[in-house]
Structure formats: structure tokens, C-alpha cells
């Protein structure tokens, strides 16, 4: 365990409402957050990269909502997510501050993992904190999303957010220890698997159904699907108990769990899944100075193109050739199909003046690009 830990340098830590709010009193357990954020400052001090996708925001303000129903329409849902979600930053906040961690708070929505403007802000603005030394403290946006457009956990919400980071390990920190054979709650004969190298029908058959009654919306239904969502993306996750105080010096010192591995890395995950994108809507031609340094595992500039056809908007997939049409690669493109054509030719330094707002220096940065076998 301490070596998946100690290899990974990007970490989603994903947070349960059964392990951040008192059930009976609606009140945050402050004394397990101030030991959580003191896990976190090791592992930072450590030089790891930590996200953090934390549930509770409708469980801190259901005290808010006069309502006498012990569950929540949706409506009721999104207000009390309204009033509670302050109030959770700003634990979040005051906690780490006293480890000098600056904090930014994202709220998503399926949509944003879905719709692909929406993807690559919140992509690029998840970079942008980790690049600037700040832990993202992400959470549904509950108050607007509907039945339809939820996550229904933030299970998923956390093995998206892996994938879209490029994460090496996701921790799913919950009132459970792991995988069991059965619900161990129910069946004293239920067995723990302590490794999952693949995810079976065997495996899924296993996730019977919510395990408690508690202030969580998931049962081990949506962490199987979140090892699925994972794995798939090259990161490994852990399912591990967070009841404890300090759940990661725990993890770390082979507390029980249970270990979905990946067989892939992020990056290779990502290439391959660019490399089979079916839906390619424009081709970006470019120079000999540009197919070399491609090669050398360059990005691609606006300086090296020369022509651009097709009509696609920014974070398409594109197929670049070389001045004779022959492929070089796929790629995604950092700008809409007008706009590169506006910068093509033109060096790095100009894009502001041509396109009017400082967008990327590189038409299609190495890491969105697969090249052929040229």
C-alpha cells in the first residue's frame, strides 16, 4: 500500500457524508477533518499533487430547511446543498490554512464531464490550481443539478475527476473497509478481497445494494462503477474506511482495503482514447519543421501550420498531415476551427493580437497528440 501511495504523484482523495457530518446533529466532525488535514500536509510535503472531492454540503445544511420529511425533495436537496456548501469550504479553508494550503472550491455537474467546452474549463482551471500549489476542494454542484443530470454519487464524481486530471490514484475514503463477497453487515460470512486485478461480472454481482442507512447517497453499486470509470483511465483506486482519525498515515500503515488496479498509466490511457476518437471533424496541415518536431515529442504551433480545413470548435479531435497529405497523427485541438486559422503561420507571441484573448501558446499540445507510424 505505502508504495502506490509513495509512487503516485497526482491523488484524488474523495470524501464521504457518513464520515464528514454527524448523522444525529448535522454538525461537522472537526476533530476527524483536522486530522484528515493533517494527512494531507504529509502527503504534500511529500510533493504530492492532492485533490480533494468531498461530499456533506447537503447534509451540513439540511438543519436549514424546515421541512418535516426525514428525506428531502429535490428542491429541498439543492437548498439545503446551498447553505451547507459554505459552510464546508470554509472548514476546508480554516483547516489546511493553518498548514499555509491555499484551497479553491470547484462545484461540477455531469454536464461538465460530458460536454466538451465544459470539460476542458474545468480541466484546465483543476491545472491551472495544481500548477499554483492550491488544493481543489470539489463537490456536485447541488444546486442545480437534477435526478437526471446527477452523478448520484460522489463516487463517480471523484473517478471522473481522476480521469480528467490524469490522476495516478483515487482514494475512496467511506464508512466501508473494501470489497466484500457479501454485505458483511448482513452476511457474517462474507469474505474481504483485499485486490482487484479485473472487474467481472463476478465483482459487479458482488455490489448488492447500498450498505447503510447513513447521511451518504452511494452503496458499493457506485464505488464499483467509480473503480470502472478508474481503471479505465489509467488510476488505480483504493476503497478504504476513513472512520478513523488520520484515514491516510492508516491506509499507509496497511489499514484494511481494497486495491482496483489499473493496467495502464494515466498517460497511455489518454493517448489511446485519443488515438480511437471516431468523430474527427478537421485536419491541420502542417510544414517539415513542424513533422520533425513533432517527432522530437514537440508541441505543435501555430508557427508550423499552413493550412487548416474542416469546421470544429476548440477541444475537438483533428488529423494533422504533413505538406503532402500524408498522417501524421490525431490530436485535440486547443482552438475552434476559425481561429487557427486566423493564428496558422503566425508565431506564439501574436495569438492575442490576432484572435483577441490570450489562449494557448500551442495549437495542439504534445500531451493531447498521437502520432502515426510515420
Known sequence: MTDLIEKANKIVIKIGSSLMVNQDEGT????????LAS?????????KNIIIVTS?????????????????????????AACGQPELARHYQKLLREYNISIGQVLLTMLDSETRRNYLNAKNTLETLLSNGIIPIINENDTVTTEELRFGDNDRLAARVAQMVSADLLILLSDVDGLYTGNPRLDPAAKHIPEVHEITRHIEDMASGPLSG????????????????????????????GIKKHPIQNLENNGKHTVFFSRDNPDNARKR??????????????????????????????????????????????????????????????????????????????????VGFVGRNELIHTDNLVLSEI
Do not use: H
Not at 461537522?28 to 486530522?35: F, G, S, T
Not at 451540513?60 to 439543492?78: D, F, H, N, V
Open 273 to 354: 482514447w485519443i488515438a480511437s476518437s471516431l468523430n474527427v471533424l478537421g485536419e491541420i496541415i502542417i510544414d517539415d519543421g513542424a513533422v520533425k518536431a513533432l517527432k522530437r515529442g514537440k508541441s505543435l504551433l501555430p508557427a508550423g501550420v499552413i493550412d487548416v480545413t474542416g469546421d470544429f470548435e476548440r477541444g475537438d479531435t483533428v488529423i494533422i498531415k504533413d505538406g503532402k497529405l500524408n498522417k501524421v497523427g490525431v490530436g485535440i485541438s486547443a482552438y475552434a476551427s476559425g481561429d487557427a486559422r486566423l493564428i496558422m503561420g503566425q508565431q506564439s507571441d501574436e495569438i492575442e493580437n490576432m
Open 214 to 241: 447513513g447521511v451518504g447517497s452511494g452503496g458499493m453499486i457506485t464505488k464499483i462503477d467509480a473503480a470502472k470509470i478508474s481503471v479505465s483511465g489509467g488510476c488505480t483506486m483504493i476503497l478504504a474506511s
Open 56 to 80: 456533506g454540503a447537503v447534509a451540513l445544511g439540511r438543519k436549514y430547511i424546515t421541512s418535516a420529511r426525514p428525506t428531502l425533495k429535490l428542491e429541498e436537496k439543492q437548498a439545503a
Open 28 to 35: 461537522l466532525n472537526e476533530e476527524w477533518l483536522k486530522a
Open 39 to 47: 494527512d494531507i500536509a504529509s502527503l504534500r510535503a511529500k510533493g
